[in-house]
């Protein structure tokens, strides 16, 4: 399993964000994910407009998963609606 961080942008209406972040979770969870740290970075404009947003919450998580579980993840986050944007980095320890 290698070191990842995750950056995600999620909505700014509170019941989307809860949903989007609750399955965000269950996804990384079925994917064997093991969360080592979350980190609430808060409420930002976005750089530009995405969705017919202009601002967003951003989460930073920094995760062990086994490689090849990153491309089901990608396609999964694509099908979440409640998820604005995200990213991963893999992290060289």
């Known amino acids: 399993m290698r070191k990842y ?15 989007g972040r609750e399955r965000l979770l269950a996804d990384l969870a079925a994917a064997g994910a093991e969360i080592e740290k979350t980190d609430e970075i808060g409420e930002r404009d976005l750089a530009y407009e995405i969705n017919k947003r202009r601002r967003g919450r ?9 490689p090849q579980a990153i491309a089901n993840l990608d396609r999964v986050f694509k099908l979440n609606a409640n998820l604005v944007k995200y990213l991963f980095v893999r992290i060289e320890v």
């Open 5 to 19: 961080e995750l950056m995600v942008i999620l909505p700014m209406e509170e019941d989307q964000h809860r949903e």
């Open 58 to 66: 951003y989460v930073l998580f920094t995760l062990r998963v086994a």
